[in-house]
């Protein structure tokens, strides 16, 4: 995280560095970016920047925390078409609602592309930070959902995040492989063309499957 010093920058300022920061590892792998790029173009001196971030590192994983928090935040105010839907067409909403997110947010969507696709070497650190600022907003989903009777009061909420949370960072490889895109084409950031109706009938499938489970349904007696 950043040290107080950043965020006692004047916000114009706080926010030209940030945005600079995203154009350069947005078009950039990781090892080739530099911090060097974005203190010249922002202006300031080299020993400023690591008053703000500890290093480059540091800085990527600010990234990769403020595209999720811009993600759950164009979630909360992109309502579902229906306020009171269950639980399971609130969820498959959510697939498509988050996917409309990385379509419009290019840069922000390629920072995290090019940690799980290309050769960031903390990629179990961005892992973990995606699911982390996504978890209270899937938890309050699940515990709605098992308020309202859609999801087996049996169930532990931690249980049924951690199945959901497993399985939406599944889908970043599964998708992938089933269309038959080229994971180092996604890391280099070059837009591939998106078969969005094969995407859509996976999150059917998906949320199908959680809804239903893998099993047989049982045969009247």
Known sequence: MPNSTFF???EPKRQKI???????FASRDYDSASISNVVKQAKIAKGSFYQYFADKKDLYLYLVELAMQQKIAFLKAAHPPQPQMGFFPHLRWL????TQFDLSHPALSQIVNRAMYGDVPFRED?????????????????????????INA?????LALFVIN??????R???PQQLGLDTEQLAQGTPPELDMTAIEKIFDDLVQVLEQGLGQPLSPT
């Open 95 to 98: 697939f498509s609602a988050s």
């Open 173 to 175: 490889d599964f998708i």
């Open 126 to 150: 961005v892992l973990q930070r995606t699911q982390f600022a996504s978890s209270g907003y899937l938890y309050d989903l699940i515990k709605g959902g098992i308020e309202q009777g859609d």
């Open 8 to 10: 006692n920058l004047p």
């Open 154 to 158: 049996s169930v532990s909420p931690d």
């Open 18 to 24: 940030i945005d600079l920061a995203i154009a350069e």
């Open 166 to 171: 497993g399985l939406s960072s599944g889908l």
